[in-house]
Every structure is written in structure tokens, then in C-alpha cells.
């Protein structure tokens, strides 16, 4: 079966601005499942985001769906042996910084406007250059609609910046010394741990959060073991 990964194309120094994307593309690699990637557009089915992955004929959305889909599809065993408890905690690492962390990266990228004024030329690299103004302003204002209906959005900066620090440390109480995750070799939790830790310290971030982040360094040793296991020929 052959795989497609369609994802935002851009020019950048990591495969993808989104954590989503980068998240795909590194569980596809642990897994050991080759793939082509495709420039995403709007409108693609299914839920009209990136990720999206075509395996044959099917069209399948949403990165926790297609590991769930592609782990069946191609009997993938990267989670094999883990405890219930070790798979509770992927789980509640999974959801603190796809459903929580997320909201906070996306308040700095698109809503402070110092890290916009450069995150704006990563993010409009797809749309014709004399389109790129108004496409980056059209997708700030549902970005900024979003933030708000998550709830981060109505606090101060300060505010969500705190809580995305504490999601930070928390994840990095749970790797404590170990190399991933949960032990010895990285599991699917791990491609979405190292998603956000590689975009979150990236230095295109400013401010208080990814501040933190660049000083942890639990989290850029963990992140430079994640990208010589999965990203060394990039």
C-alpha cells in the first residue's frame, strides 16, 4: 500500500510549522512505513486540515486517527509491550499538548504581533506572493476565532504563556531521566512530544514560553535524540 502525507509545504528548517504535520511524519518514521509527501490545500477531505494521509483509495483525517488506522493496516508495533498505565500516561501527555499547549503556541505564532511578523512570511510561503497579505490576514482572524472559543484566548498573555510553561514541565517530570517517554525507545506518544518540543523551542518563538523552552535542557537533549533516531537524513 502506498502512502500519501499531505502537509503544509513551506521553505522552513524543520519538515513542517505544524506540530500536527511534523507529529505525522515522525510517527510515519517510527513506524517504519514509507511515505510521499504532498503539498496540502484547503478543502482536502476529510476535515478540511493537515494532516492528511491517502493510503490507495481512502482519504483519512485527524493525526491521532491515521496512527490509530495505519497501526491496524500495516500491523505496526510500536506500542507493543506497554503497560495500561504507560499508555494512560501517553495519552494524557497526547491530550495536554494537542488540546491545551497547541492553543498557547497558536496565541504566540499568529496573535502576538512581533512573532507574527515573522511567523506571517513562514506560514503565507504557499499563497502567490502578491495574495500573501490578505491570506495570512484571513487565516489570523479564524486562528484568532479559534483561540478565543478555546478559552486561552480571553486571558492575558501572561497567563497563557504561565500555563503553557506548566504544560512544559509537566511533560518533562514525566521523561525525566529517561531517554523517551515512557523508557528506552520512543513510542507513538513520543513523534508527538517531539512535535512540540522542536517547534516550541524553535527560534523563530519570543517571549516568556519559548524562552523556557530554549532553557531546558532536558527537553534539547531530548529533542536532538528524537531527530539523530528519526530525522537524521533530512
Not at 513542517?16 to 507529529?23: A, H, R
Not at 497547541?102 to 502567490?128: C, K, S
Not at 527537553?219 to 530525522?231: D, G, N, P, Q, S
Amino acid at each position: 500500500m502506498s502512502v500519501e502525507l499531505y502537509q503544509f509545504a513551506v521553505d522552513w528548517d524543520l519538515p513542517s510549522p505544524s506540530p500536527f504535520c511534523l507529529k505525522m511524519s515522525t510517527w510515519l518514521r517510527l513506524a517504519g512505513i514509507s511515505y510521499e509527501v504532498k503539498a496540502w490545500t484547503p478543502g482536502i477531505a476529510p476535515h478540511g486540515k493537515a494532516p492528511v494521509v491517502r493510503v490507495g483509495d481512502d482519504w483519512i483525517g485527524d493525526s491521532s486517527c491515521i496512527v490509530e488506522s495505519l497501526t491496524e493496516r500495516f500491523s505496526v508495533t510500536l506500542d507493543e509491550g506497554l503497560s495500561p498505565a504507560q499508555r494512560a500516561t501517553g495519552l494524557l501527555v497526547q491530550r495536554t499538548l494537542e488540546e491545551h499547549t497547541y492553543f498557547a503556541l497558536l496565541n504566540d505564532r499568529w496573535l502576538v504581533d512581533e512573532v507574527w511578523a515573522t511567523y506571517r512570511d513562514v506560514i503565507g510561503q504557499p499563497a502567490p506572493r502578491a495574495l500573501r497579505r490578505p491570506f495570512t490576514a484571513w487565516l489570523r482572524r479564524g486562528v484568532r476565532a479559534a483561540v478565543r472559543a478555546q478559552g486561552l484566548g480571553r486571558h492575558e498573555l501572561s497567563e497563557v504563556r504561565a500555563r503553557a510553561i506548566a504544560d512544559v514541565d509537566a511533560v518533562l517530570a514525566v521523561l525525566g531521566d529517561q531517554p523517551f517517554l515512557l523508557g528506552e525507545e520512543p513510542r507513538s506518544v513520543d513523534a508527538t512530544v517531539y512535535a512540540w518540543f522542536a517547534i516550541l523551542s524553535h527560534p523563530i518563538g519570543q517571549g516568556a514560553f519559548a524562552e523556557h523552552c530554549r532553557a531546558q535542557p532536558a527537553l534539547l537533549a531530548y529533542v536532538e535524540r528524537m531527530r539523530e533516531r528519526v530525522w537524521s537524513d533530512a
